[in-house]
């Protein structure tokens, strides 16, 4: 039986997003051994959109008040994409330590 997920974010800068998932966003974490940091994440969710060919992957937080979230995470120093109304949620993006960017975003759907 299917007991969990793992997911991974490959960076050039993987120190620092490490050190960002910790530190700004507070994710605990375990050491699996050589310093690989393997962290916890809140409750998931899994959906599957379709697509006109191909397949690709996506990962985004989920926040019960995004303004609320944006506003701690600018605190810290984290750049913050300007909120956008997509019906189904309010949506944003967060840039990572690599210039990278993580989606965030305040569902407006049930959760299962």
Avoid: N
Avoid at 64 to 89: N, R, Y
């Amino acid at each position: 039986m299917i007991t969990g997920a793992h997911a991974i974010l490959y960076s050039s800068a993987a120190e620092e997003v490490r050190t960002f998932l910790h530190d700004v966003l507070g994710f605990g974490s375990v050491d699996a051994g050589g310093g690989w940091l393997i962290f916890a994440l809140p409750p998931a969710e899994l959906a599957v959109h379709p697509t006109g060919g191909g397949s690709s992957t996506e990962l985004y937080l989920m926040c019960d008040d995004i303004e609320a979230t944006l506003a701690e995470l600018k605190t810290k120093g984290v750049e913050c994409q300007p909120v956008t109304d997509q019906g189904w949620g309010l949506l944003s993006r967060l840039t990572l330590p690599d210039g990278s960017g993580l989606g965030i975003y305040q569902p407006r759907h049930p959760s299962p």
